[in-house]
T-cell receptor, first 114, second 110 residues
Framework: DTAVSQTPKYLVTQMGNDKSIKCEQN?????MYWYKQDSKKFLKIMFS???????INETVPNRFSPKSPDKAHLNLHINSLELGDSAVYFC?????????????FGPGTRLTVL | DQQVKQNSPSLSVQEGRISILNCDYT??????FLWYKKYPAEGPTFLIS?????DKNEDGRFTVFLNKSAKHLSLHIVPSQPGDSAVYFC?????????FGQGTRLTINP
């Protein structure tokens, strides 16, 4: 059983399009995250949700909108895609979101914007 | 303004020898440090962690050392095995979020 799953695994789209990436965790965790791995390979936090409530919202363009229908799901919707959005996006979850929590990552979604 | 840096993009080690991966950070408010391991086409998986109140934590073949005065941590793997070949990320926690380095690709040669 996959603990943290993401769909799709690969996404190729044109500039200006709107796309969504879905994330689901079956670990019963309260906190979920979205990370972006940029071209320099740094993994950077974008958002975190705890029990469907937004906790962390880094300096991310408002074209990116996370949506958490329930605590097992955190989807990422991106409007008006730009070339610079090309990256690998990782979803993660952790039990409570406290400082010593281990985060469990999904396999990543490679987004390519043409 | 990367607060966590791994200055070696790659490292190659002979099987059975010690692998040492290094990480430097700039923010003295970080209170918890972690190492994650990543295989191709998979997400990072947690390996080992250390609190800022400690200077060493050991788990089997893996030991993490923390030097707070130098703002430096290292991961030692001994003996290195072929299955250890992966990208290793160090991460530091502050303000309820993890800050990751850019990773070091470790290759274990038979």
């Amino acid at each position: 059983d996959t603990a943290v799953s993401q769909t799709p695994k690969y996404l190729v789209t044109q500039m200006g399009n709107d796309k969504s990436i879905k994330c689901e965790q079956n670990l019963g965790h309260d906190t979920m995250y979205w990370y972006k791995q940029d071209s320099k390979k740094f993994l950077k936090i974008m958002f975190s949700y705890n029990n469907k409530e937004l906790i962390i919202n880094e300096t991310v363009p408002n074209r990116f909108s996370p949506k958490s229908p329930d605590k097992a799901h955190l989807n990422l919707h991106i409007n008006s895609l730009e070339l610079g959005d090309s990256a690998v996006y990782f979803c993660a979850s952790s039990p409570t979101g406290t400082s010593t929590d281990t985060q469990y990552f999904g396999p990543g979604t490679r987004l390519t914007v043409l | 303004d990367q607060q966590v840096k791994q200055n070696s993009p790659s490292l190659s080690v002979q099987e059975g020898r010690i692998s040492i991966l290094n990480c430097d950070y700039t923010n003295s408010m970080f209170d918890y440090f972690l190492w994650y391991k990543k295989y191709p086409a998979e997400g990072p998986t947690f390996l080992i962690s250390i609190s800022s109140i400690k200077d060493k934590n050991e788990d089997g073949r893996f030991t993490v050392f923390l030097n707070k005065s130098a703002k430096h941590l290292s991961l030692h793997i001994v003996p290195s095995q072929p299955g250890d070949s992966a990208v290793y990320f160090c991460a530091a926690r502050g303000a309820q979020k993890l800050v990751f380095g850019q990773g070091t690709r470790l290759t274990i040669n038979p």
